[in-house]
């Protein structure tokens, strides 16, 4: 007797799962997942045999499906923790201009900045919607949500940062920040300040720990101190950017003459806020970031960019030419990125560091003659 389960609501027959075709069948749910959709990589006799049982028990794929021979959905789900900041927005620009010259549809799955729903989304909504690929967008992804996708053999693919057990697209973390902060370098600046990525969403998998770590070891080998005091976290947003400059100014002590951002949308917060209160960008602070927001260019920012749009658009590539049958369409690929130099950085003006200072600082016996 047929088992009823929660997957059941996946299909248009009451108390007929997938779990109950692949157990008379005789085959994993995944093989049965390809086999109802029309996915490549199921022999034609196995494929045969999984739709005749399926259509003995009246299990039927979705109900978006015309058919158990045609049962694609043409819908490739795209994840994100959020969808109104930048890299998200252009990421899904990206996709959805594949999927509409490929004549697919896209459905859009919104975190919202939060983790709360995550859950159900894995275990139930991908599952019932049953969208035929995945896009996630800059988010890692937990062991059991790489299982229930893998339960189901949905092609998946992650833009914007590496993700273990997935291909994923996105640049080098590591050599833009190392270019950025190598900029800085060369114009003469001693004295750098880092604002980092760090919040409590998923956004954090390790695009943030990639970037710090390449701050700290390119300031290591310029022979350059990493100022404790100096580094500053941010969400990657603008109003994150003006309250990191406003905590770094208000402290006591000596100032940096260049900060490394992150993200354009914290450095754009903190040349807001530096002009608010009279810090002149570039003569007393240079500033850089990483991306070229749509705004960067309008303010000027010298930036490390990224095409976010390009990346999600060659993911969906991938997944839609996996979906046709064609073999290893989905891996992993390293993005270009490119510093643009603009009117946020120059070389400093002369202001002793204070290496400099402890350089030239008389000793006892030379303060004595």
């Known amino acids: 007797m047929a088992r009823t389960t929660d997957r059941a609501q996946r299909g248009g027959h009451a108390g007929i799962s997938i779990e109950d075709v692949a157990a008379a069948a005789g085959v994993s749910t995944a093989t049965v997942s390809r086999a109802v959709r029309g996915l490549p990589r199921v022999s034609p006799a196995t494929r045969e045999k999984i739709l005749e049982v399926a259509e003995a028990l009246g299990y039927v794929a979705s109900s978006s499906a015309s058919g158990l021979a045609t049962g694609r959905t043409k819908t490739i789900g795209v994840l994100a923790p959020f969808v109104s900041r930048w890299f998200f927005s252009k ?110 969403t998923d956004l954090n998998f390790d695009v943030p720990r990639v970037r710090i770590l390449a701050f700290q070891e390119v300031m290591a080998e310029a022979g350059l101190d990493v100022r404790p005091e100096w580094d500053e976290w941010g969400d990657f947003t603008v109003h994150s950017g003006q309250e990191a400059f406003r905590r770094l100014w208000e402290r006591p002590g000596a100032k940096p003459t260049a900060i490394f951002c992150a993200s354009d949308e914290m450095a754009m917060g903190v040349i807001f806020e530096a002009n608010r209160i009279g810090v002149s960008i570039p003569e007393e602070l240079s500033v850089i970031g990483i991306d070229d927001h749509d705004f960067s260019e309008p303010m000027g920012l010298t930036t490390v960019a990224q095409r976010p749009d390009e990346q999600a658009e060659l993911g969906t590539k991938m997944l839609l030419d996996e979906l046709d049958g064609i073999t290893g369409a989905v891996r992993s690929a390293v993005a270009p990125h490119q510093l643009i130099i603009r009117r946020t950085t120059a070389a400093p003006r002369h202001r002793m560091s204070l290496g400099e200072a402890a350089h030239l600082a008389p000793t006892d016996a030379s303060a004595a003659t």
């Open 91 to 200: 990421a899904i620009e990206g996709a959805d201009r594949e999927l509409h010259e490929r004549h697919y549809n896209l459905s859009l799955f919104n975190l919202g900045g939060h983790g709360s729903n995550r859950e159900r989304l894995f275990s139930k909504t991908m599952v019932y919607k049953q969208i035929d690929a995945l896009l996630v967008l800059c988010m890692a992804l937990t062991h059991e949500e790489l299982e229930h996708l893998q339960k189901i053999d949905i092609p998946l693919v992650v833009v914007g940062g590496h993700v273990e057990e997935c291909a994923y697209i996105g640049i080098d973390d590591y050599a833009a920040a190392s270019t950025a902060v190598r900029h800085l370098i060369g114009l003469g600046h001693r004295d750098i300040a880092l604002l980092h990525g760090d919040d409590e």
